[in-house]
T-cell receptor
Framework: DSGVTQTPKHLITATGQRVTLRCSPRSGDLSVYWYQQSLDQGLQFLIQYYNGEERAKGNILERFSAQQFPDLHSELNLSSLELGDSALYFC?????????????FGPGTRLTVL | QQQVKQSPQSLIVQKGGISIINCAYENTAFDYFPWYQQFPGKGPALLIAIRPDVSEKKEGRFTISFNKSAKQFSLHIMDSQPGDSATYFC????????????FGSGTKLNVKP
């Protein structure tokens, strides 16, 4: 158990809909990262937040947005969903900033868009 | 452009054999190179990591070999066991990118009994 929690575990929705994925980082970790893993694909970095502020952005679509709240939990919002958005979405957390180190991954949310 | 290239895509090894997975990178600013292990339906978990100031790091049956001049690093799993069957991802990060990981495409390892 990494200490990172993600809800829900599974999500099934229809095209055009909007969903929110939630992540709670490990106790004390200020950085939260979101990754997308499509079927048989590697992990693609979407976005990072540190202590409530956006720190780095990757291949995140304009239909997607995220935020980190004062209690450090983070939410990833996906809107106008398309079939191709079906994937595993992972959240990771880290206690480091300004230097590279271990990221702890949650169990993921499996999103299925029908 | 993929910043970290991983090979092979899949690997079949007999129990007791050595599994070798390779990764190559271009950006010399990378300063942290972890390997993650992922079982089906689970999140990736850190297996072992190395920084460029050392050429090798060993933890139990797992060893990272790092060649800074060639910009390559590899994972060796000695005495491979069926329980090692999983997908392995190499990654790299650099402080200036906000610590985000650039992941390789993954290697699906199957260790046959």
């Amino acid at each position: 158990d990494s200490g990172v929690t993600q809800t829900p575990k599974h999500l099934i929705t229809a095209t055009g809909q909007r969903v929110t994925l939630r992540c709670s980082p490990r106790s004390g970790d200020l950085s939260v990262y979101w990754y997308q893993q499509s079927l048989d694909q590697g992990l693609q970095f979407l976005i990072q937040y540190y202590n409530g502020e956006e720190r780095a952005k990757g291949n995140i679509l304009e239909r997607f947005s995220a935020q980190q709240f004062p209690d450090l939990h983070s939410e990833l919002n996906l809107s106008s969903l398309e079939l191709g958005d079906s994937a595993l979405y992972f959240c990771a957390s880290s206690g480091l900033v300004g230097g590279s180190g271990e990221q702890f991954f949650g169990p993921g949310t499996r999103l299925t868009v029908l | 452009q993929q910043q970290v290239k991983q090979s092979p895509q899949s690997l079949i090894v007999q129990k007791g054999g050595i599994s070798i997975i390779n990764c190559a990178y271009e950006n010399t600013a990378f300063d942290y190179f972890p390997w993650y292990q992922q079982f089906p339906g689970k999140g990736p978990a850190l297996l072992i990591a190395i920084r460029p100031d050392v050429s090798e790091k060993k933890e139990g049956r797992f060893t990272i070999s790092f060649n800074k001049s060639a910009k390559q690093f590899s994972l060796h799993i000695m005495d491979s066991q069926p329980g090692d069957s999983a997908t392995y991802f190499c990654a790299a990060s650099k402080p200036s990118s906000g610590d985000k990981f650039y992941f390789g495409s993954g290697t699906k390892l199957n260790v046959k009994p």
